[in-house]
Nanobody, 130 residues
Framework: EAQLVESGGGLAQAGGSLRLSCKVSGLAVDEYNIAWFRQTPGKDREGISCISSATGKSYYSNSVKGRFTTFNDIKENTVYLEMDDLRPDDTATYYC???????????????????????WGQGTQVAVSS
């Protein structure tokens, strides 16, 4: 059974950095689209980054582009989210998710829709103080 486990969340100051990990078992990270989402109470889950299994390219939402970087370690079967220049509005629960659909779209929007993802981790909380 496939499983995704996030870690690395915590408290950071504005302008600081955190690195989240998504340890994957039961499937290969380079054969699935692996995305990061975040959610705050009362709001929809927001897709923020994805690594495409078809192209190996990374896609980002406008809200994090230029500050966050996602990459994978195939040997460790882990996907990371490096978060730099953190802001208080980055405070959320962060989830990684896997989608087995082969996607060739050049649009980030097609990789960041939570309804397209079948497998989810339990989430890790990030809080950014001002």
């Amino acid at each position: 059974e496939a499983q995704l486990v996030e870690s690395g969340g915590g408290l950071a100051q504005a302008g600081g950095s955190l690195r989240l990990s998504c340890k994957v078992s039961g499937l290969a990270v380079d054969e699935y689209n692996i995305a990061w989402f975040r959610q705050t109470p009362g709001k929809d889950r927001e897709g923020i980054s994805c690594i495409s299994s078809a192209t190996g390219k990374s896609y980002y939402s406008n809200s994090v582009k230029g500050r966050f970087t996602t990459f994978n370690d195939i040997k460790e079967n882990t996907v990371y989210l490096e978060m730099d220049d953190l802001r208080p509005d980055d405070t959320a629960t962060y989830y990684c998710a896997a989608d087995g659909t082969l996607r060739l779209s050049p649009s980030a929007r097609d990789y960041l829709d939570p309804q397209e993802y079948q497998l989810w981790g339990q989430g890790t909380q990030v809080a950014v103080s001002s």
